[in-house]
């Protein structure tokens, strides 16, 4: 079992930065690949970045490449997400996630964890 724990997130107005942060804890959670979802009102739940278990390979969905940065540290077990420029349309609720399955086009897939979700807005 892993416990994913998520901090940051809360309100910033367009154009601004927000830095999240996911903290794994339990069993070898070091061998998992691990990411940010997102999901928003009446939309469904889409992956957002994502950082391979040996912290080599990232992935970033088309909507914030350019934007956000994922990173890894490896000796503590923790991923962040520095998103800059951001938009209203980033306004949404971001899970930090952790699986076994990763590839090229999708970032990560089919996540074993989720996190509790913390909640991004972005005003106009």
């Known amino acids: 079992q892993v416990q994913l724990v998520e901090s940051g997130g809360g309100l910033v107005q367009a154009g601004g930065s927000l830095r999240l942060s996911c903290a794994a804890f339990?069993?070898?959670?070091?061998?998992?690949?691990m990411g940010w979802f997102r999901q928003s009102p009446g939309k469904e739940r889409e992956s957002v970045a994502a950082?391979?278990?040996?912290?080599?390979?990232?992935w970033y969905a088309d909507s914030v490449k350019g934007r956000t940065t994922i990173s890894r540290d490896l000796a503590n077990n923790t991923i962040d997400l520095q998103m800059n420029a951001l938009k209203p349309d980033d306004t949404a609720v971001y899970y930090c996630a952790a699986g076994t399955g990763y590839d090229y086009l999708r970032g990560i897939y089919s996540p074993s964890y989720w996190g509790q979700g913390t909640q991004v807005t972005v005003s106009s």
């Open positions: 339990g069993r070898t959670p070091a061998r998992y690949h």
């Open positions: 950082v391979t278990s040996g912290g080599t390979w990232f």
